[in-house]
């Protein structure tokens, strides 16, 4: 998976976050339990609201760490 037409939450989340690499965008997919291969339309509303949180969290980390 993961092509240009219908990319990975992981790619999608790097491309569309100019500050979030696709290591640490792994790692919030991780952190949220969300398979990294996974297309965004696929997420349930609890599931997107975890990759947010997990993704703001990481942001925060980076800024003040």
């Known amino acids: 998976g993961g092509g240009?037409?219908?990319p990975s939450l992981m790619s999608s989340l790097s491309n569309a976050l100019p500050w979030l690499s696709?290591?640490?965008a792994?790692?919030?997919l991780n952190q949220a339990g969300i398979d990294q291969g996974r297309?965004?339309?696929t997420l349930e509303l609890a599931e997107f609201a975890a990759v947010?949180?997990?993704v703001w969290q990481?942001?925060?980390e980076e800024k003040n760490g």
Request: charged share 40%; with cysteine; hydrophobic share 30%.
């Open 4 to 6: 240009a037409l219908n």
């Open 22 to 24: 696709k290591k640490t």
């Open 26 to 28: 792994a790692e919030a």
């Open 39 to 41: 297309r965004g339309e």
């Open 52 to 54: 947010c949180n997990a």
């Open 58 to 60: 990481k942001r925060n």
